[in-house]
């Protein structure tokens, strides 16, 4: 079954940078898309970027494009996300996400993974 499992939140200070993991399986990687979200307290989800199985395409939030990258190791099966430049408003619960076709919508993602922790604070 398709598993999904995030590593690499923690605690970090404004300017900061952090590196977010996704191992993914139970899938075929070549197709669909994985997508980063994230949610804080009392407010909905939102989405952060993606990356196509396809062809790598990528998407980012406005909020994200210039200080967070989207990749992905096709070898070991894990998509990556790079933070830099961490701001208060990016404290969230940071998931990520299976699509089985390029989608940027929230709603077409329909496996999930637990979730970490991402808390940028001095």
């Known amino acids: 079954q398709v598993q999904l499992v995030e590593s690499g939140g923690g605690l970090v200070q404004p300017g900061g940078s952090l590196r977010l993991s996704c191992a993914a399986s139970g899938f075929d990687w070549d197709y669909g898309a994985i997508g980063w979200f994230r949610q804080a307290p009392g407010t909905e989800r939102e989405g952060v970027s993606c990356?196509?199985?396809?062809?790598?395409?990528?998407y980012y939030a406005d909020f994200a494009k210039g200080r967070f990258t989207i990749s992905r190791d096709n070898a070991k099966k894990m998509v990556f996300l790079e933070m830099s430049r961490l701001k208060p408003e990016d404290t969230a619960v940071y998931s990520c996400?299976?699509?089985?076709?390029?989608?940027?919508?929230?709603?077409?993602?329909?496996?999930w993974g637990q979730g970490t922790q991402v808390t940028v604070s001095s």
């Open positions: 990356i196509s199985g396809e062809d790598g395409g990528t």
């Open positions: 996400a299976l699509s089985t076709g390029w989608s940027t919508r929230t709603s077409a993602y329909k496996y």
